[in-house]
């Protein structure tokens, strides 16, 4: 049975019906039959239309392999409607290429824009990791800081210094700034930046020391004295290959780079 579906002029009678291919020489394409297959009734003016600018949209095609809603709509042609009978328009680019028309996906054209587009999404992705190397450093610069601080506190008063932060005080941390505690405090609670929005962790003020005397007290000065002999969990930007290559961060960027191409073409 599938011998017999296969036979040549079982497949070349599919292309004959649906105008691929002429009746007779079995060799062109046959204009009349293609326009048949509108499933509504065509004017006799958009039929000479047709005919009239085929030359020219048939090199459209050959150079870019694929025929716009521009292109159609500059030479005269209504717009497609859809099943409910409002006017449509397929403007999708080349990122959505499933909504577009039909079109030639070997064309070199159409290589060339996909090129393109993978070119622009790994720029996007690129600058996408720098960003988040950048604020890891930055929040590490910043911790580093008010360990820097708190040492040279406790060198000051001839403290061990092979004890570490467990001889600081919470006065030891009044100098620091407002982002240099919350960085100290970030790196030893979070191992990754979105830490904090992920956990609904909430900042407060710095507050006085004189508030910090009660140990019950909740602020800024007191949160990063608890949490000082803890380890840093934030890696250095090397360390964090598998955050800046997930998923995770890819595909916001494919996103992005569609609501840009969406937002060219209505422009």
């Known amino acids: 049975m599938i011998s017999e579906v296969a036979r040549p002029h079982h497949v070349i009678d599919g292309f004959v019906e649906c105008g691929m291919l002429d009746a007779e020489t079995k060799q062109c394409p046959d204009l009349d039959k293609i326009l048949s297959t509108c499933h509504r009734h065509m004017s006799i003016e958009e039929y ?6 085929f030359t020219e949209l048939y090199h459209l095609h050959q150079e870019n ?21 409002n006017e ?6 080349i990122s959505r290429e499933c909504m577009q028309r039909a079109k030639c996906l070997s064309h070199k054209h159409q290589r060339t824009l996909r090129e393109q587009l993978r070119s622009e999404i790994t720029a ?8 988040i190397v950048e604020k890891v450093h930055s929040i590490l610069t910043l911790n580093k800081m008010v360990e820097d601080h708190v040492n040279a506190k406790i060198q000051g008063r001839d403290g061990d210094v092979t004890l570490g932060f ?6 030891d941390f009044w100098k ?3 982002p240099q505690l919350k960085a100290f405090i970030r790196c030893r609670l979070f191992p990754t930046l979105d830490g904090p929005r992920v956990n609904g962790y909430k900042w407060i003020k710095k507050d006085t020391i004189e508030s910090c005397a009660d140990p019950a007290h909740d602020c ?4 990063a004295y608890n949490k000082r002999m ?11 290959q598998n955050v800046l290559l997930s998923d995770d961060v890819h595909e916001p960027l494919v996103k992005e780079a569609v609501v840009e191409e969406s937002d060219s073409e209505e422009d």
């Open 166 to 171: 467990q001889q600081a005080t919470i006065a």
């Open 230 to 240: 803890l380890p840093i969990l934030l890696k250095p930007p090397m360390e964090t």
């Open 220 to 223: 800024l000065l007191r949160r």
């Open 176 to 178: 620091p700034t407002v």
């Open 124 to 131: 996007l992705r690129m600058a996408k990791q720098l960003n």
């Open 88 to 93: 449509t328009r397929r403007s999708a680019g």
């Open 48 to 53: 000479q239309l047709c005919k009239s600018t």
């Open 65 to 85: 392999g694929h025929v716009s809603d521009n292109d159609y709509e500059r030479l005269g042609f209504e717009r497609d409607r859809d099943i409910s009978g």
